[in-house]
């Protein structure tokens, strides 16, 4: 006989109740009112049949060279999204020990919602099937892709859409991961979230697609046929388009409490942990590796070369940025080394793949003394960027893009080929640098007056830890003895 169980016998709540009361209590904040939008767009697009491409058949050596391809653009785009890491470690460790948490939260987050807002937007207006010059339409969602196919075999492409957005994805969200350091210790977890899908689904999809999506850049009628911006992995297109958000972001949210005194010159907020600093610059110096040998695209030959310049330059950057701040302020110091190594991989990103190995060192090396002195200009005009993302990513990115119409083997002006690639070079930092500006200029004067963007002064005292996400990066340990010293205590 069977038994009636006994959990059927218990009282449960009234959920019907408690739902149509909650629904009757709901207002929608203005951030999740901002997710409206996106909903639409999904469920929109959801049932849109995708258009499978013309059957490609792959047999022999091309199939060989399909799969290698395929291999190492996704081990590269594996280096690049372990470039988070090392963003995270390094900002954190730069940044003071109460705002620990929150730095490592953004840098973790911030790959995802890249990943989504370039999956349902960027993608498509990066590389969409139908262009304007100015922008791409299409693929929005990956949809109309035959994702296991190779793009274009004829042409010499046999990167899979699959592979090809993995690879994008990653770099979308280094542009994001440039503005965190920046806007860090003093901005609402929120609004930066708010910021990085905007930029990571319109800003950047939006200017990249002028230079590597067949956009108005990639070919500058006036100057000559064949003569176009160039930017082989992203000097400005990544780093120095993340570098002027970035400086934007600050500009709007004004420097930390104690960071300048009275006098305007620049006070010390120590970061509380540079040997995970250095880790961090370590790791992105492994990811880059990635990032720059990557950007060939396939498996060439060319890989190794480029992985040899773009050392170089990471090695000539660090040792030229040691030996100008020791000049400069009589120590060695740490920060600049790191910022130095980063400045270097910054400057020669764009013409890693042209430029000699003499001239991957000079790059490096001018980048490495750029970054020092970029430092005391922005602390010297007050804008407080407690990592120095826009020293490295903005100033040694313009530098970079300069370097390829200077240093070039095929189109620099020092290689005897005169200066149109140069005046390429210098209308696409201002077209990019232009764009950036004037979106991130809306964007961020949108969520300021929406959202206020700057924490609270009794918040950012206490640190966006405890304010924003209610833990500690250390707790039980004494933040008097410092990381590593445990604190007694009556919890269990």
Known sequence: MLRRPAWADTAYPDFTGMFKRGLSRLRLSPSLALCIPLALIVLATWNIPAHAQDAVTLEGAELNKAILDNLWIFIAGVLVVFMNAGFGMLETGFCRQKNAVNILTKNLIVFALATLAYWALGYGLMYGSTSTGFIAFGNFFLSGLDLTVPIDPAGGNYLTPAVDFFFQ???????????????????????????????????????????????????????????????????????????????????????????????????????????????????????????????????????PYIALTTNLAAAAGGVAATATSWAVSGKPDLSMVINGILAGLVGITAGCAGVTPLSAVIIGAIAGVLVVFSVFFFDSIQIDDPVGATSVHLV???????????????????????????????????????????????AWGAIRALFGMRVSQEEEIIGLDISEHGMEAYSGFSKEAGVGSPVSSSRS
Not at 181 to 196: L, P, T
Not at 243 to 259: D, E, H, N, S
Not at 416 to 424: D, R
């Open 396 to 442: 040694c990115g313009i530098w970079g893009t300069l370097a390829v119409g200077l240093f070039d083997q095929e189109l620099g002006l020092f290689t005897g080929h005169g200066a149109t690639q140069l005046i390429a070079q210098i209308i696409g930092i201002l077209t990019i640098g232009g764009w950036t500006v004037l979106c991130s200029v809306i």
């Open 169 to 303: 994805a990653a770099f979308a969200a280094t542009a994001a991961t440039i503005v965190s350091g920046a806007v860090a210790e003093r901005i609402k977890f929120v609004d930066f979230v708010i910021f990085s899908l905007i930029l990571t689904a319109v800003i950047y999809p939006i200017s990249g697609h002028w230079v590597w999506g067949g956009g108005m850049l990639s070919e500058i009628s006036f100057l000559g046929e064949g003569v176009g911006f160039s930017d082989f992995a992203g000097s400005t297109v990544v780093h120095s388009a993340g570098g002027w958000a970035a400086l934007v972001g600050a500009a709007f949210l004004g420097p930390r409490i104690g960071k300048y005194r009275e006098d305007g010159s620049a006070g010390a907020l120590p970061g509380h942990n540079m040997s995970i600093a250095m880790l961090g610059c370590l790791i992105l110096w492994i990811g880059w590796f990635g990032f720059n040998p990557g950007s060939e695209l396939s498996a060439s030959l060319n890989v």
